[in-house]
């Protein structure tokens, strides 16, 4: 591999674990700000049971987590080919 396309791989798996950090902050927020909000209102069922359960807020963790794991897989095979090459 030529010299920049490893520092291409590189950067794109800097990228991606920058947007996994990101989404899984977002999802934190998110969720805080849910859960903060409806337990101001008269009815917290929903609060303190967790029912119905809110499947955006463990998708948005997951897709994080899953960036964050492309990432480093792309940050170790940069290293992996620089270091070679």
Do not use: C, N
């Amino acid at each position: 591999m030529s010299q920049g396309d490893v520092s291409a791989l590189l950067v794109i798996g800097g990228v991606f674990i920058l947007l996994g950090v990101a989404v899984i902050i977002w999802d934190w927020v998110e969720k805080k700000g849910y859960l903060s909000s409806i337990s101001h209102h008269l009815d917290i069922r929903e609060f303190l049971d967790g029912w119905p359960p809110r499947p955006q807020f463990g998708a948005l963790k997951i897709g994080g987590w899953i960036a964050i794991t492309l990432g480093v897989a792309m940050l170790i095979l940069g290293l992996v080919f620089r270091w070679r090459g």
